[in-house]
Every structure is written in structure tokens, then in C-alpha cells.
């Protein structure tokens, strides 16, 4: 039985990671054509690195994907609070709002908003683009500190506010640092939606701005260049071994601490 | 400062970004461009020119635009060409969230097991591979799946190293090349693998939140693994169950790359027509509608698995700010 | 106890109405002396904490005042106030350390680090905790939680401190150890003190005057001994600790008529032939043996019997009416006995609406 269960997460493993190492193998290969391997190099690489175009897309990718978290978690984080102190009813009208973008499927979301700009006049170009990107990150930033907040024993504000905290202050010294988990999950999610996000950059960005997603479907029609495959690759390496490295701290003290002092009965 | 005015900026930016914009989806839904003809008069000079509404005369434009209220729109979305490409959205929509429950739960189960170490690492693999751009991974399935794909050169390396497998074939009616790709089947698969971490994430959080107390004192009390998993586990980890399907559903039932990418164009889907109405054939008007006819169905769809609003806390107020 | 020079804090008719209907407070009055241990006793629902949250400024009261000082504190939020509370469940800052904590207040008023580390160390050190400043707060018991929220009130010197039942949450022996801690801290520091408990014997032990409050009023003010000896009412004597209360009438002054007898009692000024309640303490009840062939007393039937480790508490049944005895002297269960009572051991109170529950009276 144990050895089955091992045998499904390692298939559905392979499921995920097939395409992944398929990719990155492509990245080295020395032929253009993905059909055949021509022998192992690096040429995709150095190519990449003179390539402005996806230097720019990946610019812009990271630019509108850091701003947009950082935007999107001060204003869900805000907007986060504000809603928690609502009443009861106008919370809950305002959370059906807020879930909305993220009910509402991505193409009903980018129309929208491309409506929007239409109407105001709002040229489409990488403002636009920022925008939409905060719009749809904002939910996810609200939904992630809404539930630290609820957490969050109220008597704690007001035992700030009882030792000589001013609303504000109480809020950055004793609030913030409770909810601190949920803001940077919001950041995180908010991040991760942004850059691997298509749908809505499609139909909200203009001018010749364009982000990794809309660069790589452009390219799509013509071939895609095992330039954008060996980006992809130096992405998802960096990625693959910040996370595996944070993980494996946690492991690490998980196994180190698994008799906490706390634990200890005074 | 009063709560309500600390609390206006936030609700006023709703309002403008997330109600408006959808306000104006349903205003373009049930309006049409009509294309004004002007009337032609005959100058003096024996020239043409054209008699605006207001009554002065030009010889340039010879029609303007108008926007009118019509149903024209919903009419043309009942045709049967439209509902047939609803209905395949929202079959193949279906199918994807049905596997990838049937595929994600056991993972979530068995990832939350109490003799599974590290199981958030692995979930961490599960998720690292929307790291990687979905276009990119759908076009690796691609280079894997097409006629002259990987998966069609090892089938035809073994039959040609095993005759009896490539007899076999033959009498089953497989031609030479399988083809995998450009049906509907593929976008299924596209799909299934693009939206399946969407699925086990919130299972899993939700099985792993379980007090592991409960299945103890369900053993205790005589319930074998089989029964403690149907009256424990199964239901404590339908709200997980419930966000995963809308997870997966909603980009589901409206996504165009994935059906343009893995079904070649030969399976247009709803989100397809919608992007073309904004892209190629422009028409903003009848996109809108279709838009909103998506909204209303996924709408439905959500209102029928649960109320939108589970805030369950109690009625208490409390000032931060 | 409080006259206008030495009086802290004074509240006065202070009502406080939650969503129109609901009269959480009706018009309370109490004065605070200086280095006063006061006590609002009730049961919960009372409106003990709702006057505790006036003072503390989280909660806005509908009418009336507060003057601290002399001065009415109502419009300062909590932040103004040199008051001071312990909450409930401590409300220490998870994220902060135990010195942290403790320090929170003057660092808010950026005192200088060094004077306020050494001030956090006696603080520490006065509530038994010296050397606890690195630890973390989900490192500590209970108890040690409570001492550390103690700290980080009195380290801002108020004048007074609010504690919401702040021992609720420990168990019995660690809440005896902490009465007589606080007892001490609140001698030592010279901090006066109102303390909010359900807990009567809580009360009666640490307080030098208890309030006891029921639906948003104060039955009684006064000493522990007062309000155990001579509770003015049914409400305030069954919540001060067991007891019997009958429904009786005054014949006239010091003759009382209950459980079908004439008592003599030292009480008077209640009329003649007016219904009263007499309060009879469980340890007051005297049982004779049927034997001692008294005349003009009671009889009853020990109906059941438990062995509480000083003494046997038994319930006897007279009549319709059960009542509860503490003896040292064991009576089998159906025993017949005799029921006497000395006369200044009757308390007789003037008749209220309140029954009280049924641990003496329905329980047969």
C-alpha cells in the first residue's frame, strides 16, 4: 500500500515535471527543430543574453510583477483592514465584491478592465498593464490577510493602545507583525499570479509593451526560439533552488527542534 | 478620523476597477454599432454630398456610428453555432475538473498521510511548476504529443524492436502515427496539467487542518481506515474540495490559448470567439455579450456549489485604524 | 473609605446602552480610594467588564462620568489615560520578546533604552521573573504570562491598574499563589487596583472593598466581611457563597417566621407581618439528634451526604424546603434530625425578585 502511494506521487510527479525537463533539455539542444537532438550546447544561452527583445519582455515581466505585488499587498493589506473593521453586512458586500476578479474567469476580467480604458481614454501601454495586474492581485492579497486578521485577538490593539500606542502606531507595531504571514503569502501569490498571468496583459496591454507571456504567444505563430527555452530554464533553476534551499532550512529545524522547548511543561 | 472616511478610498477603488468595469461589459452586451447612412443630396454644382442629422451638409463621411440599445446580440448568441461552442467549453471545462479531482485528491490524501515526511516540499514541487511559463509547458506537451513528437518515435522504435506489439496495433486499427494532438482530447490533457496544482493546493490544506484527534477517535471507535476516511476526512475536506473545482472550472470554462495551442484551432472554445471579437473581427459589442453570458454562467455554476460568502465570523467590531 | 482628597477615580451614574435595547450598564456610582484594592464581583453579562473598558477608554459609555483626578476622562481615548490594564488572556505581543513586551510602553514614549532596560529588570524582578527577558512569550506558562503582563502595565507607573480576570485562565493552585502575589505587588507598588472576578472567594480574599454587580448595577459596596456577613440581598448572599434562602415574614422586629417556626433574630425595621428572605449560612445550620426531644424547632431528613475533606455537607429537607449543611459531624442519609439556629446567625433581607438557583432549594 505504501509502495502504491509512492508510485502515484512519483507518476503524477513525472505528469508535471515531463514537459519541465523536456524544456530545459531543449534549451541545450544544438538543433533548432525540437524533433531531434543535434549534440549538447550553449549557444541558446549566450545568444539570449544579446537578445534586447526578451531582455526587455523579461524587464517588463519583472518590473510589472514586482510592482504590482508590492502595490496590490499595501492596498489588499489596507483594504484588508478596512473591510475587517466593516459591519458584518457591508463586509460581506464587499468581500462578493472583492471576490469577484477572482470568480469572474481572467477573459471576463481583461475586457473589462480594456472597456474601462477605452472609455476613459487611458492609452493601453504598460500603465494600463500595471493597473489590471493590481486589480486582479488585490483579491488575493485581502483573501490571505483577511484570515490573520480574524486571528488576530483584539485585545492585543487595545492593550497597545492601553500602554500609549496611537492608532497608527499600534498598527505597525503590534497588527502588522501578527499579520505579517498572511501580507507576505498575499505578496508571494500576488507575485506569482502577475508574472505567469497572459490573459489579462493580452487585452490590457498596448504601444508595443509587452511582457514574457505575450512575447512568447507572439512568437508562438512562428516557431518558439530556444532562446525564450533557455530563459525559462535559468528562471526555473532559480527558482527551483531558492525554494528547495528554504525548504530544506525548514526540514533542517523542523528535525533539530522536534522537541521544542516550549513544549516543555513548566 | 471616522472609520467610513478611512474606509472610502478602498471602496471607492473597488467600485471604479472591479464594479464599473463589469458594469460597462454589461452596457456593451446589450448595445449594437449601427452604422448610420447619411442621406445623399445633389449640390448645385452637380457634386454629392451627404445631409447630416443636424441638417448641415458635407461632402466627407458619408456615415457616422451610432450606439443603440439592442438584443440583436443575444439573439446571435443563440445560434446554434455559439451554443454549440458553449456547450463544448462547458463539457470540456466539466471533464478537466472532474480529473483533475480524481487525480489531485489521492495526491492531497496521501501527501497528508502521518507516515509521509516532508510533505511540504512536496507540495512545493507540485507548485514550483507554475514557475514556469504555462505557454512554454503547453508547448512542451506539444513537441511531446504531435506526429513526429517523442511519444509517437518511441511507439514506433518499440514496434519496430516488437513486432507482435506493432501487429497488435495494426489489428486494432492504429495507423503509423498516432495522432494525440489538435482534438479535444488534447485540450483536456493541456488543461488537466495546466490547472491540477489548482486542485490539490486547497484540498490539501484543508485535509492537512484536520485534528488528526478526530481519526484517532474515529479508530477508536471501531471505524476501519476505509470507514474513518468516508466519515472523517471526506467530509471535512469538501470546503477544499469545492474551492479546488472553482479553481480549476473558471479558467476552465473560458481559457483560449490552451484550446488554440493543443487543439490547433479545431476546437474553438467560448474564450476563443470572445478574444476574437476583441481582436481580429472588432466587434466589442458582441464580445461583451458573450462575456457576460460566460460571468453568468460560472456565476451560476459557483452560486450552485456555495453561497460566495462564507465569512463566518460573528457580528463584532473592532477599530485598528 | 474615599472622600473628595484621596479619591482617584470616581464614576458617576455611568449608563452604557449596546444597539439601543440592550442596558449593558444602568447608572453606576463608586468612588476609588487612593491604594485601593477594589473588586467587581458578578456573574457573567453582569456589566463588570463593560465598566472596567469605560475606565480603559475602549469602550464609550452612553451617559455619565468618569473623573479621574477630578477631571472627566470620557473624551481621552485609552492612549491619554495614565491607566493601565491586564487583560483577560494577557494580550502580550506574541512577536516581541519578554523585555520587549515589558518595555512597549516606554519605548513608545522613546524613554532612554538603557534606563528603561534597567526599569524592565525591576519590573521583572517585581513580579518574580528576573532574568526572564530573552524568552519568548509562547515559551512561558500560564502564570508566568500573567506576572509578565503585570510588568509591562506597571512599568508606566499609572495610577491605576484594571485587571479583567486576569487569573481565569490559571488553575487552582497557581490562582491561590497568584491572589497572594498580587496582594503583594499591589502593597509594594502603591498602585491602586480594581479587579474584575466571578470568582467570590477571589474576592473575598484580595479585596479591600468588593462591588457586587447583576445586570448592570451594584447591589453592594462594601468590605469582604460586610458582604459575607450581612449581604443586603437574596442575589449578593447566594453569590457570596453558598447559602440557604427562605422565604419567610417578620412578625415583628426580631421575630421571624420560617420553615413553619418563630425564629428570634437581632434584626428589626422591616414592619410587622412583611415578607421577607432570611439568609442561613450552611454553617449555621445546627442538626440535633431526634433523641434531644427539643420542642418549638423544625425537624428534617438528612437526604444526602458528602464528605468535602474539613467537613460533611448534607442536604435536609423541612417541609417543602431543602437546605444545606456543613457539619463536622457525619448523619446518615434518612436520619431524622432537629434544626436550630442561633439568633444573630439569621440574616433577614428584604424581599427581592430574585430566586436564586436551584443548587439549595429544587434540587430534591
Redesign the interface.
Known sequence: MRKLRKLYIALIMIFLYAPIVLLVLYSFNNSKSRASWGGFTLKWYQELFQDKAIFSALGTTLSIGFLAAAISTVLGTFGAVMMFQMKKRNRQAMLSVINLPMLNSEVVTGVSLMLLFAIIHFQLGYWTLLLSHVVFCVPYVVLSVLPKLRQLDPNLIEAAQDLGATRIQGFFRVVLPDIMPGVVSGFLMALTMSIDDFVVSFFTTGSGVSNLSITIYTMAKRGISPKINALSTLIFGCVFFLLLALNMRDIKSEDAQSIKPSQIPY | MK?KA??LP??L???F??????L??AW?GVTVEETVQFEQVQMEDGSIAYRLEDGTVTSEEPWAKKVVISLSNFKRMLEPTYLKLLGRSLRVALVTTLICLL?GY??AL??T?K??K?P???L???I??????????????M??LEN???LNSWISSLREAWPAFDGWLTSMGVGKKIIFLYNENAVVLGMV?NY??FMIMPIYTVIEKIDKSLLEAASDLGATPGQSFLKVTLPYSLPGVLEGI?MVF??A?????ISQ?MGGGKVPLI?DI??NQ?GKSSD?HF??TL?LL??VV??AF?GMLRK??K?E?E??????? | MSTENNCVLSVRDLRVTFDKNFVALGGVSVDIGENEFLTLLGPSGCGKTTLLRCIGGFEKPTSGEILFRGQNIIPLPPYKRNINTVFQRYALFPHLNVAQNVAFGPDLRREDKKATASKVSEMLELVGLAGFEKRKINSLSGGQQQRVAIARALINKPELLLLDEPLGALDLKLRREMQLELKRIQKESGITFIFVTHDQEEALTMSDRVAVMRAGHILQLGSPEDIYNEPKSAFVADFIGASNILPSTMVRDQLVHFLGYDFPCVDGGFGENVPVDVVLRPEDVKLKPISSGLQGVPEGVVESLLFKGVHYEMKVRSGDQVLLVHSTHARPVGTQVYLTLAPEDIQVMEKSDFSPDRRVKGEA
Request: no cysteine; proline share 5%.
Open positions: 472609520k478611512l474606509s478602498f471602496v477603488w473597488a467600485v476597477f472591479i464594479v464599473l468595469p463589469l460597462l461589459i456593451y487525480l489521492p495526491v496521501i501527501l498521510g507516515d509521509f516532508h511540504t516540499l512536496w512545493m514541487l507540485i514550483l511548476p507554475m514557475w514556469m511559463n504555462f505557454l512554454l509547458r503547453t508547448y512542451s506537451w513537441s511531446i513526429s513528437g517523442i496539467y491540477v496544482s472553482t473558471v479558467p470554462v473560458t481559457t483560449f490559448v495551442l474564450g470572445i478574444q476583441f466589442w464580445g461583451a462575456s460566460v460571468m460560472v456565476l459557483m460566495i460568502d465569512d465570523d457580528e463584532r467590531e473592532v477599530r485598528i485604524i
